[in-house]
């Protein structure tokens, strides 16, 4: 099992930066990919960056290209999520999530492989 709690959320006005924080703990050696989504209110979770556990393979939504950043820090379980740039479309709660087996490309964004999610934590963009 793996636990993924995330941090860092908050109310900050368009244009300005955040950056989340999601902990890892428990059997992090089994951890595969580790991705980012979020869901705002009334629609669908969305996929909006994911990582190799182990470092590399980077993909990001491309309406995040440029703004975000996901990077780890492997000795401490750590994954971030550096938002610049921000937009009130950008309101959401942010959700860390975790596979067991890496993934193909072309599923990295698809809900149902990522096995372990946080509880999420509130981003919200005022204009």
């Known amino acids: 099992q793996v636990q993924l709690v995330e941090s860092g959320g908050g109310l900050v006005q368009a244009g300005g930066s955040l950056r989340l924080s999601c902990a890892a703990s428990?059997?992090?050696?089994?951890?595969?990919?580790m991705g980012w989504f979020r869901q705002a209110p009334g629609k669908e979770r969305e996929f909006v960056a994911a990582?190799?556990?182990?470092?590399?393979?980077?993909y990001y939504v491309d309406s995040v290209k440029g703004r975000f950043t996901i990077s780890r820090d492997n000795a401490k379980a750590m994954v971030y999520l550096q938002m610049n740039s921000l937009k009130p479309e950008d309101t959401a709660v942010y959700y860390c999530?975790?596979?067991?087996?890496?993934?193909?490309?072309?599923?990295?964004?698809?809900?149902?492989?990522?096995?372990?999610w946080g509880q999420g934590t509130q981003v919200t963009v005022s204009s």
């Open positions: 428990g059997r992090t050696l089994s951890i595969g990919d």
């Open positions: 990582m190799r556990w182990s470092g590399g393979s980077i």
């Open positions: 999530a975790a596979s067991r087996f890496p993934i193909a490309t072309a599923q990295r964004g698809e809900n149902d492989k990522y096995t372990y």
